[in-house]
């Protein structure tokens, strides 16, 4: 019942997104309705068959002990549902899967498709994906990007680069998967924390790290810390 209420909470509230995608959510709604339904029927009709049980026996030690169980479990659950506040995926989940994964990219032929797209309205998928493909240098002339996400650091070279990140979500976040860009700027530490979001912009070059696996980054002309938008994944 508590996992009823908080499907329908989040969905009255805006914040299902955080966990399925939007396709999903009218689907969502109809059967917690339909799942509560069939819980309060199944109450009232247990009632009854409680009260003649206690007419006839006394709760044993073990009987005791499973519904001490049981309530523990129900406020444990009860605070993890109602009581936090709802929370995004970020570097803790993206460092368990694999960052710019196949999973995560885009198809060859929609990335074929996005090399004579405008760069302008790329997003940090289709960035990703195309960096993900390989292309030279020379690709990325004259190109500019503006990219919105989470501060996530790169494992090989933490002090100089960082991703700009999001999780592409199919489903839900069971299956969601990092996506990111990876971007040169030494000390950015001393400005940005971990997981916080941020917005770059800047054209593209071969990265001047030398620990960094990665051989295109962004260089910035600006990074600013902004607010977590209220979809933080992409689809």
Do not use: H, M, Y
């Given at each position: 019942m508590i996992g009823i209420v908080a499907t329908v909470w989040l969905g009255v509230t805006g914040q299902l997104g955080l966990y399925i995608h939007p396709r999903y959510f009218a689907f969502a709604i109809i059967m917690a309705v339909v799942a509560a339904a069939v819980v309060i029927v199944s109450f009232a009709l247990s009632a009854d068959d409680e009260h003649a049980l206690h007419d006839h026996e006394t709760e044993s030690g073990p009987k005791r002990l499973w519904g001490a169980a049981s309530v523990i479990v129900i406020m444990a659950s009860a605070t993890a549902l109602l009581i936090l506040p709802p929370a995004t995926l970020t570097t803790?989940?993206?460092?368990?899967?694999?960052?710019?994964?196949?999973?995560?990219?885009?198809?060859?032929?929609?990335?074929?498709?996005?090399?004579?797209?405008?760069?302008?309205?790329?997003?940090?998928k289709e960035w990703a994906s195309l960096l993900r493909q390989g292309a030279g240098p020379e690709f990325y002339a004259g190109k500019k990007a503006r990219l919105t996400g989470f501060v996530t650091p790169d494992k090989d070279d933490p002090e100089n680069v960082f991703y700009v990140a999001r999780f592409v979500v199919t489903h839900c976040v069971v299956d969601a998967q990092p996506v990111g860009v990876p971007v040169y700027r030494p000390g950015w530490q001393n400005e940005?924390?971990?997981?916080?979001?941020?917005?770059?912009?800047?054209?593209?070059?071969?990265?001047?790290?030398?620990?960094?696996?990665?051989?295109?980054?962004?260089?910035?002309?600006?990074?600013?810390?902004?607010?977590?938008p209220q979809q933080p994944y992409v689809y």
């Open positions: 803790t989940t993206l460092e368990q899967r694999d960052l710019n994964g196949s999973a995560a990219a885009l198809t060859e032929e929609a990335s074929i498709e996005l090399t004579g797209g405008d760069a302008s309205k790329f997003s940090v940005f924390a971990r997981d916080s979001w941020v917005d770059a912009s800047g054209g593209f070059a071969v990265n001047p790290s030398v620990a960094s696996s990665e051989g295109i980054v962004l260089i910035p002309e600006g990074v600013a810390a902004v607010k977590q």
